[in-house]
């Protein structure tokens, strides 16, 4: 069990993001991570909060993932944390993430992001985009049927290759563009841009955000509601995932 629990441990950086935000405090005993932090001086810790299981606290390690914390902090694990109801089982830890998804969004400046708007909207989604990856220029070309659905669709950035890589530099052109929702269409359809790096620019700031909210890949897609919808889908069923 022991070297069960070093392996854990050992392997906490490899697994994927999650976040702390301020509004995630409960004013839990923090001494439950006294082990842990003695045993990983190297990692950060953000608040400990309850859970509806007694004994059992919640804490987030900071670029790192959520982790469940036994009372005497002896035991923990990192992933998904279930409750049983009585017609359904809730994943508590993907509750907890579309809260966080939901007050990262609010607090960002639409300035920030790349909008194509409709006429009338009806519903917003939020698109962590690559301009590199195939099912995000074909979510792309479904952008003009969602508009027509009364779907607003925000960009946000997240090159997958990571700061400083080509993709990056072509998605943060885009945004550093005069126009750039001309420039990311483009860019989509396989043509070229300027190579124009502005600083400042969100791009890094935003490729961060996405792998705190639980993005891995491109598109993910989040609705204004938090949750994460991974993958391309239609402009039709978009639509019905949203509500319309």
């Known amino acids: 069990m022991r070297k069960l629990l070093i392996l854990l441990v050992l392997s906490i950086a490899h697994l994927p993001f999650g976040v702390a935000f301020a509004g995630d405090n409960d004013s839990a005993d923090q001494g439950v991570l006294d082990k ?13 909060s309850t859970t509806p ?10 670029n790192g993932p959520t982790i469940y914390v036994t ?5 923990f694990f990192a992933g998904d944390f279930f409750q049983v109801g009585s017609n ?18 609010a607090s960002m400046n639409e300035k920030d992001m790349i909008i194509f708007a409709p006429k009338e909207t009806k519903a917003v989604v939020y698109v962590f985009t690559d301009v590199d990856c195939y099912y995000c220029q074909k979510l792309h070309q479904e952008v003009p049927a969602l508009n027509e659905l009364g ?9 997958r ?7 990056y530099r072509k998605i943060a052109s885009a945004w550093c563009a005069n126009d750039p929702n001309e420039s990311l269409t483009k860019l989509k359809a396989g043509e070229e841009i ?13 490729y961060k955000l996405g792998s705190q909210l639980g993005v891995t890949g ?11 919808l991974p993958g391309y889908r239609p402009a039709d069923k978009l639509a019905k995932d949203l509500g319309l």
């Open 53 to 62: 299981v007694k004994g059992m606290y919640k804490a987030n390690i900071v």
């Open 194 to 206: 300027v190579d124009d790096v502005c600083e400042p620019n969100p791009v890094a700031a935003q």
């Open 151 to 159: 779907v607003e669709v925000r960009y946000l950035a997240y090159p």
């Open 71 to 75: 009372e005497d902090g002896n035991h």
């Open 88 to 105: 359904e089982i809730v994943n508590l830890g993907e509750l907890e993430m579309e809260k966080d998804r939901i007050n990262a969004l």
């Open 218 to 228: 491109t598109p993910a897609l989040i609705t204004a509601k938090g949750q994460l």
């Open 36 to 48: 842990l932090k003695k045993a990983r001086p190297d990692f950060q810790f953000g608040a400990v």
């Open 161 to 167: 290759a990571g700061v400083g890589s080509p993709s």
